[in-house]
């Protein structure tokens, strides 16, 4: 059976963050090591941490508000239930389900550097990355609180038909409209003549639309006659509509572009922050004035933009690396990395040897394209369980 239409009613946070989460799991899969998305199983499993959800939300920083609101987030996504509507030419079928089936939060005591472990609905993840268009869907009725399902289908029908202000008729046979909204398997009923159409559906719908939304919407019938008794009746509707324009644009499918320029201004906040920590440790005067150092800093970071990049795909893939082995711990390592046995990412992203400590990369950039190159080349890597487990690796992992 073919997806037809998909009913979920949330806020604005709580799309961005199924946003975010169904951008992860594609850019998992981009990372070509191993991880597939098996549509056979119910739920899909991903393992992420709050700074993945923080930087990806557009937070500068990780504190106690931030990581409050991510949970926040997750809870409406575990508690708001979508209904997925399916149909073929003889036959209909409505799944209901939940974003995020169930979430856990690890117990380590670095509350910040916590693990989020989340079971997603395979259904609706195949459903939302395949048909990217439903976020700006999602979107525009956040904004317009459209609480009809007739009025969020028919906003979509006639918005994607629609150009701007100028005034745009649109007709359907009755029998055409009625495929285009008879998805609901309970009120089947509502469809039996033009009369229970019009009076249980589309006036109330296209009220709704009027008086919420940006779109003006009128519409009259068409009647013509029977061939048997000659016998006036209403074949088909002609919608006349127009738009006007959006205060503010409508945010759609998050690309990988829009996520990224988001990681790297978290990844430079993150390097004021650690300097600024290290200046008032020395009780340095440079930290007097705080907020025209940072300035300055932020300046200086600017030019440094393929190295934050770096920075943040090399934490994407030790994250997939060390939460996706649940049963293993140890360090993210390179394994028989040219001469060395075991080389690991340390914590200012640079390759070190874990045996003699020598740093085998200049920076965050050399160390992503080294790494890029022993994978391309089938190079071993994995968790590995040696005597080097400082907590402060952006590598190590507690399994």
Not at 93 to 122: A, P
Not at 171 to 197: A, G, H, R, Y
Not at 361 to 376: E, G, L, M, Y
Request: proline share 1%.
């Amino acid at each position: 059976m073919q997806f037809k239409h998909l009913i979920w009613n949330l806020n604005k946070s709580s799309i961005d963050l199924a946003n975010i989460l169904i951008n992860i799991v594609e850019r998992y899969e981009k990372l070509d090591i191993g991880q597939t998305f098996d549509y056979a199983s119910p739920i899909y499993m991903m393992d992420l941490n709050f700074h993945d959800l923080a930087s990806s939300m557009g937070h500068l920083r990780l504190d106690e508000k931030t990581m409050h609101e991510i949970i926040t987030g997750l809870d409406n996504l575990s508690k708001t239930q979508a209904s997925i509507y399916y149909a073929n030419k003889n036959d209909r079928f409505e799944e209901t389900t939940s974003f995020i089936l169930k979430y856990t939060v690890s117990s380590i005591k670095r509350d910040m550097n916590k693990r989020l472990t989340l079971m997603l609905s395979t259904s609706l993840v195949k459903i939302l990355r395949e048909n990217k268009g439903i976020f700006l869907k999602l979107y525009t009725h956040a904004r317009y609180d459209l609480k009809s399902k007739y009025s969020t289908v028919l906003y979509d029908i006639l918005a994607k038909k629609s150009k701007g202000s100028y005034t745009i008729a649109t007709v359907f046979t009755i029998e055409e409209f009625k495929k285009l909204l008879d998805f609901d398997l309970v009120e089947t009923n509502n469809f039996d003549s033009w009369t229970k159409i019009n009076s249980n559906i589309l006036s109330r719908a296209a009220k709704e639309i009027n008086e919420k939304t940006n779109m003006y919407l009128t519409y009259t019938t068409i009647k013509d006659k029977t061939h048997s008794d000659k016998r006036t009746q209403t074949n088909s509707i002609k919608f006349e509509t127009s738009l006007a324009p959006e205060l503010e644009e409508t945010d759609e499918y998050f690309t990988d572009d829009i996520l990224m320029s988001r990681k790297i201004e978290y990844y430079k906040e993150k390097e004021v922050d650690r300097k600024v920590r290290e200046l008032k440790k020395f009780r340095s005067i440079t930290i007097d004035d705080e907020e025209n150092y940072k300035f300055k800093e932020r300046q200086k970071l600017d030019k440094q933009h393929q190295e934050f990049e770096a920075q943040a795909k090399l934490q994407e893939w030790v994250n997939w690396v060390k939460y996706n082995n649940h049963t293993e711990h140890g360090l993210v390592c390179l394994i028989n990395y040219e001469s060395h046995e075991y080389v690991t990412i340390n914590s200012i992203y640079k390759l070190m040897n874990i045996e003699t400590n020598k740093i085998l990369s200049s920076n965050a950039r050399d160390t992503f394209i080294k790494v890029q190159n022993h994978i391309n080349n089938d190079g071993d890597y994995g968790l590995v369980d040696v005597d080097y487990k400082k907590d402060y690796s952006i590598s190590f992992s507690k399994g």
